[in-house]
């Protein structure tokens, strides 16, 4: 079974010889009657060692060329060396067949049989080496799409990895922004920002290499981030959850929520006169973050890639896009449950 990629390919190989020698026995048994049962069971027993034996030496030839002078060397040299060793093989077997046989039967040859012969031992022998280069190319390409599908998994993997660390950098520079403005105007509330600071990236820490959390764990961390807003915008700052308990453990992003209430107040105003009120419900399988629109006229620390990355995010996650639906009156954006 040297060379065989299996057992079982090894016997469907032989089961295959097995089975055209049986054939080749019944045919000549019902056509030429001019053979004894003694000269039918000579030639039997005779293809079932001829033929095996000229299966075994292409395979052996092809099994050499694949070391001596691959594919990828020089593709249409190899196949023609290859087609004209095999068909000289096939030759010189019709030549020692006739040769030793021919005298042992009853009857004469006919010349036009005898000759297309001379064209059929090659031909067998083309046909044989066309599954062999069926076989490589096709293992070749399947080698090809694993490939291809390995890279691409790997590449979808460096991105994503990539955009999870964008996402956080971008959480801690909005919050020492926040922290930073705290400082001049109240120690003590800049104190309690950063007891809160701590809590809130304490939870991006622990799941930062984390695809999911759950939309319980999730809110218990906006609970954290929530305090730090009350903090930094005195009541300016509204928000408002509506979510129903069956739904929160399903899954989402780690840190969603934070990006959309952060992007919601970095490009509004609110102040005293003007609250902010965020909205966060559930609708059918989304997450919906909704705010009214108080849209500033210069966003100072805004590179607009925070919901470009989350929504190509989510895009590794899930067939379900992230949905951006702005309207004249408010902003939605709509985040797939998973």
Not at 83 to 109: C, D, N, Q, S, W
Request: hydrophobic letters at 50%; a positive charge; aromatic letters at 14%.
């Amino acid at each position: 079974m040297l060379g065989y990629k299996s057992a079982k390919q090894f016997l469907r190989v032989y089961a295959i010889i097995l089975a055209v020698c049986i054939l080749a026995f019944i045919v000549r048994l019902s056509k030429v009657n001019a053979f004894g049962w003694r000269l039918q069971f000579l030639i039997f027993f005779l293809t079932l060692v001829i033929l095996p034996l000229f299966w075994e030496t292409l395979r052996f030839i092809n099994h050499y060329l694949n070391k001596v002078f691959p594919f990828d060397r020089n593709e249409s040299l190899r196949i023609v060396i290859q087609l004209l060793v095999g068909g000289a093989i096939g030759l010189t077997i019709r030549f020692l067949i006739y040769l030793f046989g021919e005298p042992h039967l009853p009857f004469k040859l006919d010349e036009l049989f005898a000759a297309a012969t001379w064209l059929l031992f090659p031909l067998v022998t083309v046909a044989v080496n066309l599954g062999f280069f069926t076989s490589y190319f096709m293992d070749q390409w399947k080698d090809s799409l694993v490939k291809a599908e390995r890279l691409e998994k790997e590449k979808s993997q460096v991105q994503f990895d990539n955009l999870k660390n964008q996402l956080n950098p971008h959480f801690l520079f909005n919050a020492l922004t926040s922290l930073n403005s705290l400082i001049f105007e109240d120690q003590r509330l800049a104190s309690e920002f950063l007891q809160q600071l701590a809590k809130v990236y304490r939870y991006v820490l622990q799941n930062k290499d984390r695809n999911f959390v759950s939309l319980k764990t999730e809110l218990d961390f906006i609970g954290h981030y929530v305090g730090l807003l009350e903090t930094r915008f005195h009541g300016a700052v509204k928000i408002n959850f509506n979510i129903r308990e069956d739904i929160t453990e399903r899954a989402i992003v780690p840190v969603t929520l934070q990006i959309l209430i952060e992007n919601a107040i970095k490009h509004n105003i609110a102040d005293g006169s003007r609250k902010l009120v965020i909205d966060i419900g559930a609708l059918d399988d989304y997450l919906v973050v909704s705010n009214n629109l108080q849209v500033r006229k210069i966003v100072e620390t805004s590179n607009k890639q925070g919901l470009e990355n989350l929504r190509t995010l989510y895009g590794f996650l899930t067939d379900k896009p992230v949905l951006i639906e702005p309207t004249p009156e408010r902003f939605y954006v709509k985040v797939p449950l998973i």
